[in-house]
């Protein structure tokens, strides 16, 4: 498993790579994902977070996470867009996971826990998305949720 961490400027310092990385593979692991995989964590700003929910989601409001999937639909492929290529290193490109610190920062104070559980938890939500899980509809979401608080549990040792 290969994760790649980013953090906007002014942001390096806040969160640890090698536990950011932690969290993100436990996620992995858990869905028995292929260890030959690869996905992209980004540390951001609340602006710039803002700037991708409206330039690809339309938006106009920031948000704790975002997550571009790179792994092919499910449903039936738009009609003007190619799907993705397999890339001649075998490795699959899972996507990225966005993370505005400041909104989680702030959510952290609302539930009374604290930024390290709030990271963690975006965190298992963005790989989530990027695994195919939605929450559009009840039984989806019930799914996403279950699967979210299992692997909480199974990081327990890494929010303290």
């Known amino acids: 498993m290969e994760i ?3 953090f906007d400027e002014g942001l390096k310092d806040c969160l ?10 436990q996620v992995l692991a858990a869905e028995h994902t292929d260890p030959g995989v690869e996905m992209g964590l980004v540390i951001a700003s609340q602006r710039r977070v803002k700037q991708l929910n409206k330039t690809y989601l339309g938006e106009d409001e920031p948000t704790d996470v975002l997550a571009f999937s790179m792994l092919p639909s499910q449903g039936e492929p738009e009609p003007d ?3 993705f290529t397999t890339p001649p290193d075998g490795i699959a490109h899972l ?3 966005i993370i505005s610190y400041p909104q989680a920062v702030k959510q952290a104070g609302e539930h009374r826990h604290s930024v390290k559980r709030e990271v963690a938890i975006l965190i298992i939500h963005g790989v989530l998305h990027l695994l195919g899980y939605d929450h559009d509809t009840l039984k989806p979401k019930r799914l996403m949720s279950a699967r979210e608080t299992a692997i909480l549990n199974l990081a327990k040792g890494e929010l303290e």
């Open 16 to 25: 640890e790579v090698s536990w950011l990385k932690a969290i993100a593979e």
């Open 81 to 83: 867009l190619l799907p």
């Open 4 to 6: 790649n961490v980013l």
């Open 95 to 97: 996507g990225e996971v």
